[in-house]
């Protein structure tokens, strides 16, 4: 069974940054598909952004130039650092592992942009 654990979120000023960290476990982690998603209160989960095993990457419109997400496959990790964080970017952040159609998702990391 895939383990995703998340971690790095925290409380953030506007304009600051964090990186969050996902730590893959017992999944061949070069073949599977790497993602960032996002759920705010009272919101639907969003997609934040996307890594492929070429590492080819996808951003929501929102998070353009602000957000990087990279992965490394010798660690099984993958990252998202945000920069320029405001406060439409608190949520909880939760990485997605997909590989030929099925996903697996880790718990979760708060990040709360407020001054």
């Known amino acids: 069974q895939v383990q995703l654990v998340e971690s790095g979120g925290g409380l953030v000023q506007p304009g600051g940054s964090l990186r969050l960290s996902c730590a893959a476990s017992r999944i061949i982690f070069s073949i599977y598909r790497m993602g960032w998603y996002r759920q705010a209160p009272e919101k639907q989960r969003e997609l934040v952004a996307t890594?492929?095993?070429?590492?080819?990457?996808n951003y929501a419109d929102s998070v353009k130039g602000r957000f990087t997400i990279s992965r490394d496959n010798a660690k099984n990790t993958v990252y998202l650092q945000m920069n320029s964080l405001q406060p439409e970017d608190t949520a909880v952040y939760y990485c997605?592992?997909?590989?030929?159609?099925?996903?697996?998702w880790g718990q979760g990391t708060q990040v709360t942009v407020s001054s």
């Open positions: 997605n592992a997909e590989y030929n159609g099925r996903g697996s």
């Open positions: 890594i492929t095993t070429p590492g080819r990457t």
